[in-house]
């Protein structure tokens, strides 16, 4: 592998879930080189985040089948870790609306690449409460609850009022104007008068996937 690539083969052992790569900005070749290396039957599961369906199509045909992606989540794994078992916690990913999907999506796909049960949850959003308050019997069949959402990003305060799940909240970039991109969704969530609720940076979905599999990994320890 190219010098300039320092691959943390090690964090897998070390932090109990393997390294991911983030694929926005990482120059074509470096890019090439990583997903030429990781595809189906290399025997190391490798998640990449932010894969534009161009640097994949640039592959030769028989790499692009090495790797399961989808184009929601711009999200591609070759191998991925095997399912857990029953005993293991599940997760609840809930969008304001399907407009969150890119990033909804992202943490779908980390959960389904590291093998945590999940299930979407979408257009719950606090405009409509009667939608949010119909699934929730269902949401709280799950063991850690993700929400996802822009604009006032509401959702998050009201779902962390009406559950005893840990609850992660993911502001996106989705809105108009002063929306700003996300920081609007941020800054309500962080100000959430619901106790509980934890924030991760706008549109990390990804980040979202993987504390939610730490939380139910510390509940299988015990």
Request: glycine share 12%; charged share 25%; net charge negative.
């Amino acid at each position: 592998m190219s010098e300039r690539i320092l691959f943390d083969e090690a964090r897998d052992a070390r932090i109990g879930l393997p390294e991911a790569v983030f694929s926005e900005g990482k120059d074509p070749e470096s890019l090439k080189e990583l997903l030429l290396r990781f595809r189906r039957g290399c025997g190391h599961p490798i998640l990449f985040t932010r894969l534009s369906i161009k640097a994949l199509e640039a592959l030769p045909e028989d790499v692009r089948e090495g790797y399961s992606y989808d184009p929601i989540s711009r999200t591609a794994y070759g191998e991925k870790l095997p399912e857990r078992g029953e005993g293991y916690g599940s997760v609840a990913i809930v969008t304001a609306g399907t407009s969150d999907a890119f990033v909804s999506h992202e943490a779908g796909r980390t959960l389904e690449y590291l093998g945590v049960r999940h299930e979407y949850f979408e257009d719950c959003g606090v405009a409509g409460l009667w939608r949010l308050e119909k699934r929730l019997p269902e949401i709280n069949r799950h063991s850690v609850v993700i929400v996802c959402a822009g604009l006032d990003a509401a959702i998050a305060s009201v779902l962390g009022g009406l559950t005893g799940r840990p609850l992660i909240a993911v502001p996106t970039s989705v809105g108009y104007g002063a929306a700003s991109g996300g920081e609007t969704a941020l800054h309500s969530m962080l100000c959430s008068c619901a106790p509980g609720v934890a924030v991760m940076n706008i549109d990390n979905g990804y980040g979202a996937g993987y504390i939610a599999t730490q939380i139910n990994r510390m509940a299988v320890k015990k």
